[in-house]
């Protein structure tokens, strides 16, 4: 059972789940647009076999704070200041959607502080045909003004995210949705190819690969076990390697 904490971080309140054995390495879990800790909580267990995992709830999300301010880059700082507060050193991020542009972020200019790195459903930074979001109706479990700030980002990256993949020094698995993601597919194949130390792995279930538990933690392990090459060759259950 995970336990339900908060930490300040200069002057931002992060909420977080914790499941933690002792001495093992940590494991930062974060979510897409919209979502929050619990989205991880089926994973959880599975991955605190090996690794103390923190699921966080970004800024604007779940019982985080929701400053008025945001953008990518202070999500990106907030994270990096996460494991400061509670002296873990380097992590493992696992960033699905949002969370993952969060993650490379992070890799990107602050390469000595994440181990190993694992990008769910997360194409390369180029820019797309902007949206403009409604908002749902009811009470959300997100502050609305963090929707179109972030949206404007991802729809149109900072100039250099793209060749600063080619920075990120982290051993890295991009888990890809396959034909049934919203995702351009090779937008995703992308990252892996730009990522010096990047592998793609397919696991055909659409853009909520975290949601096929059994599928996504398989894979996972494979890179936690430093196993990425054997699962190359020998793919299992729904997974095929890109």
Known sequence: MADHRSVDVRGIRLAYQVSEPPDAPPLVLLHALGGNATDWEPLMPVLARSRQVYA??????????????????????????????????????????????????????????????VLEDVPAPRPREPGTPARPDGDLGFGWEMVPAVRRQIDRPGPRWLERLGQVTAETLVVAGGPRSHVPQVGVAESACRIPGGHMVTVPVGHLIHRAPEAFTEVVAALLLSRLGDHGRRPAGGATRG
């Open 56 to 117: 966080l709830d970004l800024r604007g999300h779940g019982r985080s704070d929701w400053p008025g301010d945001y953008s990518l880059e202070l999500m990106r700082a907030d994270v990096l200041r996460f494991p400061d507060a509670l002296g873990l050193g380097r992590v493992e991020p696992i960033g699905h959607s949002m969370g993952g542009v969060v993650a490379y972020l992070l890799a990107q200019d602050h390469p000595h502080r994440v181990s190993r790195l």
